[in-house]
């Protein structure tokens, strides 16, 4: 790992060392039975008709059925999608991690992302599903029990290598904060050291802020595990597709990646919306004031909008809501965000630079990732954010790079 005299002579990607939050397995469909088990295999049968318009994102290529492209710095930074080297054979993904550079990755899924959308009614990606004429209760099952097979796919895949790679568990839809605690913690005492929660509806039926969900929240932050959502977690919030139901939001966006070519700039605009929802109740709601080392990673949800979403919690809590706020905080809430919170810019539409020099007190909270092999990751991402924040100097470059993704990937 670099240290901070390392940094501070000047930086090329050849020895940048790097933490990666964010980065996926990616495996063809047809192999999801074999991989993950029965629900998986179910479930790519529903999501064929999508899979097959996805473009260079696809998961659906029956003639892909091995991992074997070779290792080398050209594939690891130019080549995505399921050929990409160590996409689906996860044994090989600590190599192509010692080719990028990278200490440790956060390994979301692809495939269990499906499983959870399919759970609520309310998803925009299931309008391009086949879902064969099964009623509600039936999806619930059925994307449970895909979420529990990816999850046993990710024990077994912290086994390969539990210093670098961290697949992240999805906690299912929850009845009680009981069930939600028993849940985690019987994947975490099996050495999951990050789990996903959505935020698209309160979980557990609990405003995140409510002192019941203390136990679940002090589970997290007693055992150092990162707390996690991520793009897709958001499915649902919208009650409504009026809002996109226009001709200048109809248009698919080119490429036709499977997550960024489903949706439209009025989507993106509103991405965030769900995810500074929570944050908002945890940061004014005094989590983290109750459960300071809590660690809450924000991932493929964009950081534009993090430095004034802080601006705006300090306003509301040292102006109108002072004295509402005072006996849960004892910091201001950006200060909190800076301690307990990271995001993730998009590579080749957000400005990274910009975000270190308009909102400084955040500069903790900006964190690298590839999203490696999904093709919204970008090509030669590393270069690109080193070429963006070279100007701001080593300090600022070590920050991006391999700190601040130290707080959601900790020893």
Avoid at 17 to 44: Q, T
Avoid at 66 to 81: E, K, L
Avoid at 159 to 165: K, M
Avoid at 276 to 294: D, I, K
């Amino acid at each position: 790992m670099s240290t901070t005299d390392e940094l501070s002579r000047p930086v090329t990607t050849d020895d940048l060392v790097a933490c990666d939050v964010d980065a996926h397995e990616m495996a063809p469909s047809h192999l999801w039975g074999d991989i993950f088990g029965v629900a998986a295999n179910e479930i790519a049968t529903i999501l064929e008709p999508l899979m097959k318009g996805a473009g260079d994102n696809s998961m659906y290529n029956p003639s892909v059925m091995t991992d074997n492209a070779v290792i080398d710095p050209f594939t690891v930074w130019q080549s995505r999608g399921i050929k990409a080297p160590g996409a689906f054979d996860l044994s090989r993904r600590p190599e192509v991690l010692d080719t990028m550079l990278v200490t440790r990755q956060m390994v979301f899924p692809s495939f269990a992302v499906y499983a959870l959308v399919i759970q609520f009614p309310r998803s925009m990606w299931r309008h391009a599903m086949d879902l064969g004429g099964r009623n509600e209760e039936e999806l619930s099952a059925l994307g449970r029990a895909g979420l529990d097979e990816h999850n046993e796919w990710a024990v077994r895949t912290a086994a390969l290598d539990h210093d670098r790679l961290r697949p992240v568990v999805y906690l299912p839809p929850a009845s009680s904060v009981d069930a939600l605690v028993e849940y985690a913690k019987g994947y975490i005492d099996r050495g999951i050291r990050a789990v996903h929660l959505a935020v698209n509806e309160p979980p557990a039926g609990c405003s995140p802020a409510h002192p019941d969900l203390d136990p679940f929240w002090a589970l997290l932050a007693e055992r150092s595990v990162a707390l996690l959502t991520h793009f897709g977690a958001d499915q649902g919030f919208m009650t409504s597709f009026g809002w996109s139901n226009a001709p200048a939001f109809l248009t698919r966006t080119e490429g036709d990646a499977t997550e960024v070519g489903l949706h439209n700039s009025h989507f993106f605009a509103t991405l965030h919306y769900a995810y500074s929802n929570f944050l908002a109740s945890m940061v004014l709601g005094g989590v983290f004031e109750r459960h300071p080392t809590l660690r809450f990673g924000v991932i493929e949800a964009g950081a534009s909008w993090f430095g004034p979403f802080a601006e705006q919690l300090d306003h509301l809590a040292t102006t109108a809501f002072t004295q509402q706020v005072q006996p849960y905080l004892s910091m201001r809430p950006s200060e909190y965000l800076s301690r307990n919170v990271r995001v993730t810019p998009f590579c080749g539409f957000e400005a990274v630079d910009e975000m270190f020099r308009r909102f400084p007190e955040l500069s903790d909270c900006y964190c690298f990732s590839t999203d490696y092999p999904h093709i919204e990751g970008g090509l030669d991402s590393k270069q690109k954010m080193v070429e963006l924040l070279t100007p701001l100097g080593t300090e600022v470059m070590e920050k991006f790079f391999l700190t601040n993704g130290q707080l959601l990937l900790p020893d």
